[in-house]
């Protein structure tokens, strides 16, 4: 190992390095990696002790920043169905830990369904309330 990087790993007491929190709300159905979302949505939390650097990729595709800052959490939205692997590590140094998630939105026909089972409850509500308040 070349001297300045063993002083790198000496530098940093264990603690310092960023990682993301184990109770993140996302988990899949056998309950390893990689968690999962139904809805394209991902609440994030870590721990550290300065400035982090979070980066997204997806599968095959390049790599973005997604957040630079101090702070604990991170809600991101607007993801599609896919494959995605997220990095976290101190604001200008290397990637300390890492996640994968899988998004699989439900699908249309599903949703539809459900949307017209709402509107028939909803309607037949209506009628019980409609009905009732005539007999008063």
Do not use: C, K, N
């Amino acid at each position: 190992m070349p001297l300045a990087a063993s002083l790198l790993a000496f530098s940093l007491p264990a603690s310092a390095q960023p990682a993301f929190s184990d109770d993140v709300p996302l988990t899949s159905d056998t309950g390893q990696v990689p968690r999962t979302s139904d809805t394209g949505q991902v609440p994030l939390a870590w721990q550290a002790d300065g400035p982090v650097h979070i980066s997204m990729a997806r599968e095959g595709g390049p790599w973005r920043a997604v957040f630079e800052g101090s702070g604990e959490q991170l809600f991101l939205s607007g993801l599609s169905d896919g494959h995605y692997t997220l990095t976290i590590g101190p604001e200008g140094g290397a990637v300390t830990d890492s996640i994968q998630l899988e998004v699989r939105h439900q699908s249309l026909t599903r949703a539809l369904l459900l949307t017209l089972l709402g509107g028939v409850v909803f309607l037949m509500v209506l009628g019980i309330i409609l009905r009732g308040a005539r007999h008063d």
